[in-house]
C-alpha cells in the first residue's frame, strides 16, 4: 500500500467539502491568539492566507523576498481568473468547471480537490470585488467574462491585461489592514533557506535577511510554503526574473514528497527569443487567442522568403495562409488548450514554416477582428457607408480597449505595431504544474508544513487551463486553507511558544551558513548565469516540449556533471554580511541543479504522452486522432511523488493512484 494519504473525505463529491467543513476541529478565538503561524511568500496563494489567517486572530509572520508584497510575480497574470459564475448564461457550472479542470488536465489530477475548487470559485470574485479590484464590465455595469483556451463558456473574469495585479493590490490591502493591527509580522527582503523539524513537526524556519545578510531563526506551530513555481529551471521562462524553487526544494529534502516534477507548461503565446544574451521571455496573454488567428504561410517558398526579410505577411493571400490550429481542431480552433498549441507551433516551425529569422515564430493576426468589431461598430454607430479604413479603425478601437496594454507591450520589445502587422509568437516555458506533493488538507508528508498555490502540484493534472492558477492560488488562501490548518492546529492550542535556541534550529542554521561561507570562499572561475544557462539548454532541448527515453536519460547525465563543475567552479563575488544578489542566485541555482535532474527522471518513468508532457514514443498511429498524444491510463494514472534520498537519481518514487469517480476518462479530442 502506498504511503501515501490523500486524505480525501467519503462521501459524494458534491457533499465532501461541506461535510468536512461541518465535521473538523476549530481553534477558539481566545486560543487562536497563542498559535503562530509562519506563512513563506507573499504572492497571491501567500498574501491570500496570510490575511486571512491575521483575520481569523492568529498571529502571522510572513516572508517575501521582494520589497513589498506588491512585487510578487503573481503581479504579471495578465488574462483573468476563472469562475463558475455563469454570468453569461452560456451554460456553466460548478460541474462544468470542474469537470473542464479535470479533463484539461488530462486525467492527472485528484477529482475531490478540483471540485473543490470549483466550487469555490465564486466565493473569490465575491471577495475581489469587496477589496476594490477594478473587474472589467459590461455595458449594463455587470462583471464581463472572456473566454480561455480549453472550453466552450466564458467564464473568465479580468481587468484588461492586469488581472494579476488588480487581484494582488486587493489582496495586499487586505493584508495591510492586519499588518497594521500588529497580526501580521511582515519581513520583506528576507529569504527562508530551510525549514527547522522538531520531533517530525515543521516548527519554524532559517532566513536570511537580504539587506544585512544575517541569518534569522523564526518559530510557529506550523508553516505555510506559498513560494510559486519553478519554471526558471529552463532558465529562460516567462516567469520573473527571482522566481525560483529552494523553499520547495528545501522542504523536499527535508521530508516533503515532490510530485510530478516534470509536468510542465509551455504556454502557446509569448514573444519569441531573439538570441543568445535573453534573461526572459516575455508572455502574450492567452487572451489574445479569442480574438487573432494563429498561421504560418502555407508555402515553404513563402516562409523561407518571409524568414529573409523578403516578404511580408501581409502580402500574402488569404488562400496561401495555413491556419493550422482551425484546421486540425475545428470545434476548439484557436482555443484549444495550451498544451495542444504549443506542439502545433513547434509542428509548424519544425517542418520549416516558422516565420522569423530563427524559424521559431508563428503568427497571431488580429485583421479579421478588426474588420468583425469594425462593421459591428459601423451598424451601432449607424454607419451605412463607413470605409473599409474607417471600418477597421473602430475595430482596432475595440481591440485596444480590450488589450491595448498588452499591444503596447509587444511594439516596445519588438518594435513593430501589431495593429499594422500581426504579432510573432512562440512557445515558452510559463507554469508548474508538479511541485509540493500535498493532500487534501494542503499539508506536505511533514506534519504541520503546507504547501499551497503554484508551489504544490495541486489541481491541474498534466496541464493547466488559462485563468486558473489565480483561481487556485486565491482558493487555497482565501478559502481551502483557513479551515485546513486550524484542524490541525487545534491540538497545539497548550504547546505555548515554540522555542528557537534547541538543537534542532543550531542545527538547521549551522547547514545554512556553512552553505553560504562556501560559495563565498570557492575560488572558482565561472559565473552563477554560466552554469544556469547550461543547465536551460538541456532542459530546453532535452526535456522541453517534446521528450524521448534517449534525451531524457542523457539529461540526467549531463545535469549531474553540471552539478559536480558548478560546486568546483562557482565563482560568488562580494561578501555574506551585505546584500548579494550573485549570493542568492548561487543558492537558487544549486537547488535547480537537482531539480532540474529529478524533473527529467520523472518524465523518463513517464512513459506516456499527458498534457504537458508529449512522449514521443506515445502517439496515437491511426484514426481520427493520429500524431495526437497517447495517454496511458491502465499504466499511469497515478501522481508521481519522489521522496528525497541524496542524489537526485536515488529518489524513490511513491505513486498516488488517481480515482475517477464522478468524470469518465476520455482520450481528450479538441478536434
Ligand atoms: C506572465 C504570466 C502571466 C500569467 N497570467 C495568468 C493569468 O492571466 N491567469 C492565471 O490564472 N494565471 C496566470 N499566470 C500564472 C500565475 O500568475 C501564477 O501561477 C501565480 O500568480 C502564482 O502565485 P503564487 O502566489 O503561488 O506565487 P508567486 O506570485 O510567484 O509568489 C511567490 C512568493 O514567494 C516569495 N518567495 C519565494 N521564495 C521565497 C523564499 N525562499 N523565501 C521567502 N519568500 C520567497 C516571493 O517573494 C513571493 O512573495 C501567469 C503567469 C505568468 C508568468
Redesign the pocket.
Known sequence: MSVLDSKVPKGPIKDKWTTYKDKINLVNPANKRHIDIIV???????GSAAASLAELGYNVKA????DS?RR???I??????NAAKNYMGDGDSTYRLFYDTVKGGDYRSREANVHRLAEVSGNIIDQCVAQGVPFARDYGGLLDNRSFGGVLVSRTFYAKGQ??QQLLLGCYSAMNRQIARGKIEMFNR????DVVKVDGKARGII?RDLITGEIERHSAHAVVI????YGNVYFLS??AMG??A??AWKIHKKGAFFANPCFTQIHPTCIPRSGDYQSKLT?M?ESLRNDGRIWVPAKLDDAKAIQQGKLKPTEIAEEDRDYYLERRYPAFGNLVPRDVASRAAKERCDAGYGVNATGEAVYLDFAAAFVRYGSEQAKIKGLKNASKEEIIKLGQGIIEEKYGNLFQMYEKIIAENPYETPMMIYPAT??TMGGVWVDYNLMTTVEGLYCI???NFSDHGANRL??????Q?LADGYFVLPYTIGDYLSDDIRTGPISTETKEFDEVEKEVKDKINFFINNKGTKSVDHFHKRLGKVMWDKVGMSRNEKDLKEAMVEIKAIREEFWKEVKVPGDANEMNPELEKAGRVADFLELGELFAKDALIRNESCGGHFREESVEESGEQKGEAKRKDKEFAFVSAWEYKGEPADAVLHKEELEFKDIELKQRSYK
Open positions: 513563506v511568500g507573499t504572492g497571491l496563494a501567500g516572508f517575501a523576498y521582494q508584497p510578487a510575480h503573481s504579471a497574470a495578465q488574462g483573468g481568473i488581472t494579476g528576507h529569504e527562508m533557506l532566513a506559498a513560494t510559486g513555481g516567462t516567469n522566481s525560483n529552494t523553499a508572455l496573454s510559463h507554469y498555490g503554484e508551489a488559462g485563468a486558473s492558477a489565480l483561481m492560488g
